[in-house]
């Protein structure tokens, strides 16, 4: 937990295992958090661009190719082509598929649940909620720790699961078209 100065004086026992130094409640750091979620928001729109636009593409690539596999010299290079763009369409949907857990209510004992994030409270009644939020809203220690726990746990979704799918589908669109372009250039030197 972090440790909080109180009108300047210094507390006594700092978790030396987390690194962090007392600090005074302030405008700055208010200011800090709310610029950090933002920033974050801000990329996790980006990232649901970028895969809305990898998803576009690769779909519009497999309807404008499906009729070309009838065509014998065309096929294999098609269906690779094909191939690419689906592994690019599944990679793309599940970077934007939301991450919720619809049917578990949340353990309110487990001091790492964030009470900040929508899925969590959802699952709440908003009184259970208020009562929970309660002391976190009167004590600054709780709040810029559970402020911190939202940005770190938004941080981590995004670079496991958005970014990281969104590159797989950037990857395997890539490697598609390049794949697909040596089985063609394969297939022509094979009728020669």
Do not use: C
């Amino acid at each position: 937990m972090l440790e909080v100065k109180d009108n300047g004086a210094t507390q006594a026992g700092i978790e030396q295992n987390k690194g962090m130094q007392p600090i005074t409640p302030s405008g700055h750091l208010d200011q800090m958090f709310r610029q950090t979620r933002a920033y974050h928001a801000q990329l996790s729109q980006m990232a649901d661009l970028k895969a809305s636009m990898m998803f576009t593409l690769a779909s519009v690539i497999v309807t404008i190719s499906i009729r070309y596999l009838e065509d014998p010299y065309l096929r294999w290079p098609v269906m690779v082509l094909i191939a690419g763009s689906l592994v690019t369409i599944v990679a793309a949907a599940y970077a934007v598929m939301p991450k919720l857990n619809l049917n578990t209510k949340p353990d309110l004992r487990d001091p790492h649940t964030n009470l900040l994030f929508f899925g969590t409270f959802s699952h709440l009644e908003y009184s259970e909620w208020v009562a929970e939020l309660d002391p976190i809203l009167h004590d600054p220690n709780q709040a810029y720790e559970a402020m911190l726990r939202d940005i770190y746990e938004m941080g981590i979704y995004m670079g496991r699961k958005k970014y990281r799918f969104i590159r797989i589908a950037y990857v395997s669109f890539l490697v598609g078209l390049v794949m697909s372009m040596l089985t063609f250039v394969l297939v022509e030197l094979a009728r020669l």
